[in-house]
């Protein structure tokens, strides 16, 4: 049976695990960071996603659009807050159409548990500090032993996110590697909105809300818990 090791398992990592263990193959997934499941990781900059129709595709082709549907809220427009607490409404799509509010870290989760229903094995706590494109092998070290293993695959995937250890490799050891990465002006940091005392939504939950302020920006997306999570954006 092939072997592929992943290297991070976020939400690409998890989900292309998935895939490839449903096609049969020995699935190995190596993640720099504690169990999510198990361990409460730094609040402040998860943001919701907003899942739309190519996302959805992605999850119904494995069969597991369904189990994410539980914990997804649909959104049908954006709401905009001006300055003077005016509100419009912009649809995102015809009747019926949505795009859908997810916890990143929760859809993560759900990723992982189907991976592992699958027989995918996870390690956490393991960055992937080398990789040996010619031999396959890349080696991981533990962050709470700081022992290193090397971990031999048919087939080695990079799915470590957008400041990968093995592009670096790649950029180190291949020759004319064309690679090139810009940074965005604004940061952003994650705020809530409670429910009301009375344990309902503060706002429509069927909608994104938005207060557009130039420089800076507010969004709030709606949760299952009748919370919003909402990310500010600025310089
Ligand atoms: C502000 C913001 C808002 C976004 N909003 C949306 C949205 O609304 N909808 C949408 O579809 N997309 C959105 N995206 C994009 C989406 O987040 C990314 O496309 C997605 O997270 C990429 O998944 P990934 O698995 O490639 O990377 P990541 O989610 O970054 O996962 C990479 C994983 O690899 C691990 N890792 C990293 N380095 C190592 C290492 N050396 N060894 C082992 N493990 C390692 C990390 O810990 C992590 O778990 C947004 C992105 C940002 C920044």
Avoid at 3 to 15: A, H, N, P, Y
Avoid at 25 to 54: C, F, H, Q, W
Avoid at 64 to 85: C, F, Q, W, Y
Avoid at 100 to 128: H, P, T
Wanted: charged content about 25%; some cysteine.
């Amino acid at each position: 049976m092939k072997k592929f090791t992943l290297i991070g398992s976020g939400l690409v990592g998890s989900l292309l695990s998935i895939y490839l263990s449903k096609r049969g193959y020995k699935v190995s997934m190596y993640e720099r960071r504690p169990d999510l499941r198990t361990n409460r990781i730094s609040a402040g900059r998860s943001i919701n996603l907003a899942l739309s129709d190519r996302g959805w595709r992605g999850l119904e082709k494995v069969g597991i659009a369904d189990e994410v549907r539980k914990v997804a809220l649909p959104m049908k427009g954006r709401i905009m807050h001006d300055i003077n607490s005016q509100l419009s409404y912009q649809p995102y799509g015809k009747e019926g159409q949505a795009i859908y509010s997810v916890s990143r870290g929760g859809l993560n989760c759900v990723l992982m548990d189907l991976a592992e229903k699958q027989g995918v094995e996870i390690f956490f706590n393991e960055k992937c500090d080398s990789v040996d494109l010619k031999k396959g092998n890349a080696v991981f070290e533990n962050f709470e032993t700081q022992k290193k293993t090397e971990v031999h695959a048919d087939y080695l995937f990079a799915t470590d996110g957008a400041g990968s250890a093995a592009r670096l490799q790649l950029q180190l050891s291949t020759d004319r590697f064309q690679y090139s990465q810009q940074y965005l002006e604004h940061g952003y940091k994650e705020l809530s909105i409670p429910p009301t005392p009375e344990g309902d939504f503060a706002m429509d939950p069927t909608a994104l809300h938005i207060w557009p302020r130039g420089s800076f920006m507010l969004i709030a997306l709606p949760n299952m818990d009748k919370s919003f999570t909402c990310t500010l954006f600025s310089f």
